[in-house]
């Protein structure tokens, strides 16, 4: 499975971004898509999870704010993300679950300036 992310970039407190994850490969299999993030000297974190079935997952911090969407037809997960913050920049990253197998895109930059 290869993932592409796209979408980021710097925005003023407020703004709204959305970012796109492509999928490729072995994606029929796919149980999980998920936008983790990580700022600066922070660990990684969940922001928001879609699975197959169409169940959805929001970290505290995206409640409200972000969503997360799915097309199949195009293979690709969305974050929309709307309201952002100062506190909400960092490199993001989608990732796909496949049974136990966790597969990772190349993380996208969202800068939040004040």
């Known amino acids: 499975v290869q993932l592409q992310a796209s979408g980021g970039g710097l925005v003023q407190a407020g703004g709204s971004l959305r970012l796109s994850c492509a999928a490729s490969?072995?994606?029929?299999?796919?149980?999980?898509m998920g936008w983790y993030r990580q700022a600066p000297g922070k660990q990684r974190e969940l922001v928001a999870r879609?699975?197959?079935?169409?169940?959805?997952g929001y970290a505290d911090s995206a409640k409200g704010r972000f969503t997360i969407s799915r097309d199949n037809a195009k293979n690709t997960v969305y974050l929309q993300m709307n309201s952002l913050k100062v506190e909400d920049t960092a490199v993001y990253y989608c990732?796909?679950?496949?049974?136990?197998?966790?597969?990772w895109g190349q993380g996208t930059q969202v800068t939040v300036s004040s």
């Open positions: 490969g072995s994606i029929s299999s796919i149980s999980v």
């Open positions: 879609i699975t197959s079935g169409g169940s959805t």
């Open positions: 990732n796909a679950k496949i049974v136990v197998a966790i597969y």
